[in-house]
C-alpha cells in the first residue's frame, strides 16, 4: 500500500508540473498576443504621405514652426511642406482641382474666392490660428519717429497725404524724405492695411512693395529715412535690426507686444486674427491632412508665442476640433 501511495503522490506531482508548465506557455502566448496586438495598434497610428502648405507669408513662420514639429516628434513618415506665395496667391492654388490642402492666410477668405470654391465643389473650413498685431518698424538709427499717431502714419502712406518730409509731421524733425515700403498685393497683410490703415483710399505711388518679408526687413535695416509695415512677427525676429514704431490710437503711444495685440485691447485697431484654410475633402480622403489640422489646433497657443503671435480663446480651438473630430467618424 506505502507503495502504491508513494506512486501517487509521484503522479500527482508531475501532473502539477505539467498544468504549471501548459499555464505559463499559456499566459507566454497571451503576452506575446498582447504585445502583437499593441504593436499592430501602434502602426495602425504611423501615417505616410504629403502635407501641402502655402499662402501668408505672415503666417509662414507660425505654420513651418508646427510642421518641423510635427514631422520630428508626431509623424515621421508624413512630409510637410509649407510655403509662402502670399495669401492672395495661395488661394490661388488652393482653388483649383488638385490644389493645396491649406491655404494660409492673414485675411478672411473673400466672396469671390469662397464663390469659386463652391463651383469646384470644394468645401471649405476656416481655421483661425493667432492674433497678429500690423507693425510699423524704422531704422534703428532713426531717433525721432519711434512714437506716431495712427494719423500721421496714414498721412504718410496716402496718396493724397501731406507727408513727403519727415519734418512735415514735426518741423523739428529731419529735412528728409521719407522712403516708404511694404508687402505687395498677392500679401493680406497689404490687404489689411488698405482696408484698416487707409481706409481703402489710394496708396502713394512710390512706395517700394516687395514679395518678400525679408527684403522689407534688409531695405529699413539700410535706410534711416526708410518706414515700413508688416506682421509683428517678422519684427520680434528682427529687433536686433528694426525698432517699431509705438502708435498712438487717442489714448498715449502704444508698443506692438504679445500684451497690447489683442481683438479688444490697446493694439486692437491694428490686431488681426490669420487663419489657415482646410481642404475638407482632402481631410475626408487623406488621414495624414486631417491629423496635421487636429495637430496644428492642438499645439498652435503653445507656438504662437515663439514666433511672434497672440494665442486665440482655447473655446475658439475646442468648437473647430470637434468639427475636425466629426471628419474622423
Not at 4 to 24: D, F, N
Not at 252 to 257: D, H, T, Y
Not at 270 to 288: G, I, Q, S, W
Request: charged share 25%; with cysteine.
Amino acid at each position: 500500500m506505502r507503495f502504491l501511495r508513494g506512486w501517487k503522490l509521484i503522479a500527482i506531482g508531475v501532473l502539477a508540473v505539467v498544468l504549471a508548465a501548459c499555464q505559463s506557455a499559456a499566459s507566454g502566448n497571451d503576452e506575446e498576443e498582447s504585445e502583437t496586438t499593441e504593436t499592430e495598434t501602434n502602426e495602425s497610428t504611423e501615417l505616410e504621405g504629403n502635407v501641402v502648405i502655402d499662402g501668408s507669408g505672415t503666417v509662414y513662420p507660425l505654420m513651418a514652426k508646427i510642421a518641423e514639429e510635427y514631422m520630428l516628434t508626431e509623424q515621421e513618415g508624413v512630409s510637410v511642406e509649407v510655403s509662402r506665395a502670399g495669401t492672395s496667391a495661395g488661394f490661388e492654388k488652393f482653388l483649383v482641382e488638385d490644389g493645396t490642402d491649406f491655404n494660409d492666410a492673414s485675411r478672411q477668405i473673400k466672396d469671390e474666392e469662397a464663390q469659386k470654391a463652391e463651383e469646384l465643389g470644394i468645401e471649405v473650413k476656416e481655421l483661425k490660428v493667432a492674433l497678429d498685431g500690423l507693425t510699423f518698424v524704422i531704422n534703428k538709427d532713426n531717433d525721432w519717429a519711434s512714437e506716431m499717431t495712427a494719423e500721421e502714419l496714414q498721412n504718410i502712406f496716402l496718396a493724397d497725404g501731406d507727408v513727403t518730409k519727415w519734418s512735415d509731421i514735426n518741423p523739428d524733425w529731419p529735412d528728409e524724405e521719407v522712403n516708404t515700403y511694404g508687402p505687395n498685393e498677392n500679401h493680406g497683410t497689404y490687404e489689411f492695411f488698405f482696408e484698416n490703415v487707409l481706409e481703402e483710399q489710394d496708396l502713394r505711388d512710390d512706395v517700394n512693395l516687395q514679395q518678400e518679408y525679408s527684403t522689407l526687413v534688409n531695405l529699413i535695416a539700410d535706410d534711416v529715412n526708410g518706414i515700413a509695415f508688416f506682421g509683428f512677427g517678422y519684427y520680434v525676429t528682427n529687433q536686433d535690426q528694426l525698432q517699431a514704431v509705438q502708435v498712438d490710437f487717442g489714448d498715449g503711444p502704444v508698443e506692438p507686444s504679445l500684451n497690447t495685440i489683442a481683438e479688444n485691447g490697446d493694439y486692437a485697431t491694428f490686431t488681426r486674427p490669420v487663419f489657415t484654410y482646410l481642404n475638407v475633402n482632402h481631410a475626408k480622403e487623406k488621414a495624414e491632412v486631417l491629423d496635421f489640422a487636429q495637430y496644428v489646433l492642438n499645439q498652435v497657443n503653445e507656438f504662437a508665442g515663439e514666433t511672434g503671435f497672440a494665442p486665440i480663446p482655447e473655446d475658439e480651438i475646442a468648437e473647430n476640433l470637434e468639427f475636425l473630430g466629426q471628419l474622423d467618424q
